[in-house]
C-alpha cells in the first residue's frame, strides 16, 4: 500500500488522501490523479483550496467523486 506522503506534488497527495479517506482507493494511479487534477484546474485554483476555501475544498471532492465515476462508467463500458 502506498502511503499519500510518499507523492512529490501536493494536489497529488491531497488527491490520494481524499480517495483512500472518502472512496477506499488506497494506491490511485498516476494517470487518474492527473485527471483530476486538470478536471479540477478547470473549474477551480489550487491557490483557494490550499488558502482553505471551503468552496473550492467542497469542489475539489466533488471533482474527486465524480471523476471516480466516470472511470467507473467507462470500465462498465469495457467490460460489456
Known amino acids: 500500500m502506498s502511503h499519500f506522503r510518499s507523492k512529490k506534488r501536493a494536489d497529488f497527495r491531497i488527491i490520494t488522501r481524499i ?6 482507493v488506497s494506491n490511485p494511479s498516476t494517470k487518474l490523479l492527473s485527471k483530476i487534477t486538470e478536471t479540477y484546474s478547470d473549474y477551480g485554483t489550487w491557490s483557494g483550496f490550499f488558502q482553505s476555501d471551503p468552496e473550492q475544498i467542497k469542489l475539489l471532492k466533488r471533482v474527486v467523486k465524480e471523476v471516480l465515476q466516470d472511470e467507473q462508467d467507462e470500465q462498465d463500458k469495457r467490460d460489456k
Open 19 to 24: 480517495l483512500e479517506l472518502s472512496h477506499g
